[in-house]
């Protein structure tokens, strides 16, 4: 009797912390969602992802279709079939694209869960990514053998409030291998980030091979910040990564950067130089003492077969030409430079983009400066036309640090905690600037004190979720109280996918 009661006593207990589990798991608006999306209603239910679950797409969806199934595949183990369907099936998953949503966009989605199908619909394959990876956010990131898991029925209508959300890796300063890089777009991509600027040459190394000047990277790419061996891509594994960056919804932006930054080109060949002297390779970390030669042809021919080559393999619409900090070069010289290398740009079918000095030249038509430092440069870029993307580096830049105890990264632009990083609007900053004057925003990680991925990790997480928030998710729908309980909840995230992040006192950790 006494052990009937005892046994009673358990299971209530039992069901009691199962009920309390399960409510979690049947409530959608519960989910934590980074970045926020615009709405969410939860109608109480669960769908069962089973290893029997189908994944039907609309024809033309298949390649999405198979990043979902792999992405399920890693999270509960099972092998997810996918088949082309015209038709909605009465249970599994359908993606479409039927959205009839033109307020959707090129981005948005509706994802709606109910106990026997999920639906994703969307304008765009781009949105049906994007509803891919709100539908992974409501999965735990692995599951423990034999639980089977459960999704939180609902639906979640969503878009982006700008078009461009960006990171920057400095692949120059120090190299990063094509894996690495891989494993950045791979946690990017997860906060709906859609642009990966590549710094691809500066001072100490020269990373993409141009068929056309073999020396740049043999010389120019053999070593980095520190001294270490460098290396650099050729154009078939920097094609692999714009593919690879693609089919996550990414588009890389390759950055040359000129007319300073190039003591690697420099090193490399000796008539871009003034006086027909190649330059020492440099594994420092000064700035703004290298300048290429305005005042030569040669360097136009340079410029011209760079631009062409890379060009050729970047699919996106744009190219950076740097133009930040050349401190050694005359004003004169800088404005021709940088004007003629936009023509060249242009003829070659890409969009200018360069760091906001480039508005003391005259930016061509549809270029953007990205306004790093400089408000100044900004207005006068805006006034002369053109727009703005906004990675202002007291806010922005991935390379700061958190706070005087980091022992990585740099401080020239102060500390940023996680909440300073968070805090913040795209469109407050410039005085007079509107919206429709904004490209986007993006947030640089610059390399001279980050070597390897892991450094990368603790330097991007988490202040990378809050960036793609605030590229994604309206200011009215924002604040630093909420957002840090959602933050709260993705440590777990992070740490089951051996992330290495930094754990900020200021965030309440689960
Ligand atoms: C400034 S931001 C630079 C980079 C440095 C960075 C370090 C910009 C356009 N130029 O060359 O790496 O600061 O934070």
Not at 57 to 79: H, R
Not at 91 to 113: D, H, M, R, T
Not at 216 to 235: C, D, N, R
Not at 271 to 279: F, G, H, M, S, V
């Amino acid at each position: 009797m006494k052990n009937y009661r005892l046994i009673t006593l358990f299971s209530a207990i039992g069901m009691l912390f199962l009920f309390s589990c399960n409510s979690v798991k049947t409530d959608l608006s519960q989910i934590p969602f980074i970045p926020k999306p615009v709405s969410v209603t939860a109608t109480g239910q669960a769908f069962k992802l089973e290893s029997a679950t189908v994944i039907n797409v609309q024809e033309g969806l298949e390649q999405s279709g198979k990043y979902l199934a792999e992405s399920l595949g890693k999270i509960s183990g099972a092998t997810f079939e996918v088949k082309t369907s015209g038709e909605v099936p009465v249970s599994g998953i359908y993606l479409s694209l039927s959205a009839g949503k033109p307020e959707l966009g090129n981005e948005g989605y509706e994802l709606v869960i109910a106990k026997e199908l999920v639906e994703i619909k969307a304008n765009q394959p781009a949105g049906v990514f994007n509803a891919i990876q709100t539908l992974l956010q409501t999965l735990p990131v692995k599951t423990t053998e034999g639980e089977v898991p459960v999704i939180a029925t609902g639906t979640v209508t969503d878009y982006p409030d700008f078009a461009f959300r960006g990171v920057m890796l400095d692949v120059a300063r120090h190299f990063f291998s094509v894996e690495e890089v891989k494993q950045l777009i791979d946690y990017v991509a997860a906060y709906k980030i859609n642009v990966l600027h590549l710094h691809l040459s500066d001072d100490q190394g020269w990373r993409i091979e141009i068929k056309s000047w073999p020396k740049l990277t043999e010389i120019g790419g053999s070593t980095e910040v520190g001294g270490g061996a460098g290396g650099f891509y050729t154009q078939e594994q920097y094609t692999k990564l714009v593919n690879y960056a693609l089919e996550r919804n990414i588009t890389i932006i390759p950055e040359i950067d000129m007319p300073g930054h190039t003591n690697a080109a420099l090193a490399s060949y000796a008539e871009l130089n003034k006086n027909d002297k190649a330059t020492e390779l440099y594994t420092g970390t000064e700035v703004g003492f290298s300048t290429l030669w305005a005042k030569k042809e040669v360097t136009y021919q340079f410029i011209d077969d760079v631009v062409r080559e890379i060009s050729a393999i970047t699919p996106g619409p744009w190219f950076h030409i740097g133009g930040d900090e050349s401190h050694v070069t005359d004003s004169l010289d800088y404005i021709m430079l940088i004007n003629r290398a936009q023509e060249i740009v242009n003829k070659y079918g890409k969009k200018v983009i360069g760091w906001d000095e480039i508005a003391n030249a005259t930016p061509i038509a549809g270029a953007t400066i990205q306004f790093w430092a400089d408000v100044e440069n900004t207005t006068k870029g805006l006034e002369k036309g053109a727009k703005v993307l906004i990675s202002p580096a007291s806010k922005a830049y991935l390379d700061m640090q958190y706070d005087s105890t980091t022992h990585l990264g740099l401080h020239w632009a102060g500390y940023i905690e996680v909440d300073k990083g968070y805090s913040w609007s795209a469109d407050t900053l410039v005085p007079g600037l509107t919206k429709d004057q904004i490209l986007g925003i993006e947030a640089p990680l610059w390399s001279e004190t980050v070597t390897n991925i892991d450094e990368v990790e603790y330097m991007v997480f988490p202040r990378l979720p809050g960036y793609a928030e605030i590229g994604w998710t309206a200011p009215a729908n924002r604040n630093w109280e909420e957002y840090k309980l959602r933050l709260a909840k993705h440590g777990k995230r992070f740490e089951a996918l051996e992330i290495d992040y930094y754990k900020s006192k200021l965030v309440p950790w689960e």
